[in-house]
């Protein structure tokens, strides 16, 4: 599978939108763009995922480049809730999903 | 909403000891997995299984480890000789499908304790 690269750390101030960036510059063309995130020592919790256009569901929106060599998730409205490990993962066909360092997200008020 | 369930929430032994974590995984789903994150460290892949077999599994998965679906909704994951490097959170997921365009959803975790 794909790596992944994402900024270690980022801020978001409550009520604002929250941008998530992942580089995957060597993702091929079957592989999806997954996104998760882990509130404490909880389960992973599955958020989004998208293979070539932009999705959106009730959590949250992913934009993939036209390129798909990098994707941003978007939380439109983060709350204190919010604030968690994000990972982003690139999945090719099989079950593993490979989980990296993420994105630690603090939502402040 | 459906949800993926595992028991104990907590669980302490004895290095050298067996121990079996359990998981029921969504009920229509046909793929499941079992992941570890040690404290502070990244999630892992353990182990996925499909139609009875193991169809993947990680070199952390040794013949120590071993997994099961003893009936139509229970799937377990046993060490046999827990030592204390095993002490980690587990996570069971499940899938309805394989492939890149199915999510997986986990459970709320296993801590497991080796003293």
């Known amino acids: 599978d794909a790596k992944t690269t994402q900024p270690p750390s980022m801020d978001c101030a409550e009520g604002r939108a929250a941008n998530l960036p992942c580089n995957h510059s060597t993702i091929s063309g079957n592989e999806y763009v997954y996104w998760y995130r882990q509130i404490h020592s909880q389960g992973p919790q599955y958020i989004i995922h998208?293979?070539?256009n932009n999705e959106t569901n009730e959590m949250a929106s992913l934009i993939i480049t036209e390129d798909r060599k990098s994707s941003t998730l978007i939380l439109p409205h983060a709350t204190l809730r919010d604030t968690a490990v994000y990972y982003c993962?690139?999945?090719?066909?099989?079950?593993?999903?490979?989980f990296g360092a993420g994105t630690i997200l603090r939502v402040k008020s | 909403e459906p949800e993926v369930t595992q028991t104990p929430s907590h669980q302490v032994t004895q290095m050298g000891q067996e121990v079996i974590l359990r998981c029921v995984p969504i009920?229509?789903?046909?793929?499941f997995y079992w992941y570890r994150q040690i404290l502070g460290q990244k999630v892992e892949f353990l182990v996925s299984?499909?139609?009875?077999?193991?169809?993947?599994k990680s070199e952390i998965f040794d013949d120590q480890f071993s997994v099961e679906r003893p009936d139509g909704s229970n799937f377990t994951l046993k060490i046999r000789s827990t030592k204390l490097e095993d002490s980690a959170m587990y996570f069971c997921?499940?899938?309805?499908?394989?492939?890149?365009?199915?999510?997986?959803?986990f459970g709320q975790g296993t801590r497991l304790t080796v003293v």
């Open positions: 009920s229509n789903h046909l793929y």
């Open positions: 299984f499909y139609n009875n077999e193991i169809s993947e």
């Open positions: 993962i690139v999945r090719l066909y099989g079950n593993k999903l490979v």
């Open positions: 998208g293979l070539k």
């Open positions: 997921a499940s899938s309805s499908l394989s492939g890149g365009d199915t999510e997986a959803f």
